[in-house]
């Protein structure tokens, strides 16, 4: 069988990386939820008729990035999404920092830069615009953009699926 696929929700504090995975799980996220460093929790879904095993892993915000360890024990098979949320540029620009942090410890899988909260990206101050997301873009060096909304269930599964299929084009499963 093939080795589980991992998908590693990093991004600033408060983005929604927990409310997406829980989204993705059918549970409700509870207020006293407390992370330790990082959660994983394993699923399942099908493409193309055959089953992909994949583990969720949800990581926690501490000040310093710096707190933020052992992601080394994702250098194989794993997939980093780049959470930011579309009304809060700043969570934007502050994926540059997650990916200078990612690849120092010599994580060299692809990335998948992802917008959250697409409801919110009328009634904002600070919305991304595409010139800011294009420069990140490629700053980081993602291979694929995509946006969803947790709130409202737009695009949840299909950033799984997407996501999937570029791990499994990556690592030839
Ligand atoms: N409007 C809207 N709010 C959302 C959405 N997703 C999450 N939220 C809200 O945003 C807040 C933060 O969500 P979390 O899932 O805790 O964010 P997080 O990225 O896990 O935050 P940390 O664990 O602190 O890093 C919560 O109040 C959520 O209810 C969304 O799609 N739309
Ligand atoms: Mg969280």
Same mark, same amino acid.
């Given at each position: 069988m093939d080795k589980p696929i991992s998908l590693v929700f990093v991004g600033d504090?408060?983005?929604g990386k927990t409310s997406f995975v829980y989204s993705i799980l059918n549970k409700q996220l509870q207020q006293q939820y407390v992370l330790g460093v990082y959660e994983q929790i394993a699923s399942k879904c099908t493409i193309n008729n055959k089953v992909i095993s994949y583990n969720l892993v949800d990581t926690p915000v501490y000040e310093?990035?710096?707190?933020?360890?052992?992601? /080394? /024990?994702?250098?194989?098979?794993s997939i980093f999404i780049m959470c930011y949320a579309v009304n809060n540029s700043s969570s934007l620009f502050g994926l540059v920092q997650w990916t200078q942090q990612i690849r120092s410890q010599g994580v060299l899988g692809p990335l998948v830069l992802l917008g959250m909260k697409d409801d919110l990206k009328y009634d904002a101050s600070s919305i991304v615009t595409q010139k800011q997301l294009q420069f990140v873009k490629d700053k980081i060096g993602a291979q694929l953009d995509l946006v969803c909304s947790t709130e409202n269930k737009y695009n949840t599964h299909f950033v799984i699926d997407q996501t999937l299929k570029l791990a499994r084009k990556q690592y030839q499963q």
């Open positions: 504090d408060f983005v310093d990035y710096d707190k933020i360890k052992d992601l /080394s /024990s994702f250098k194989d098979n």
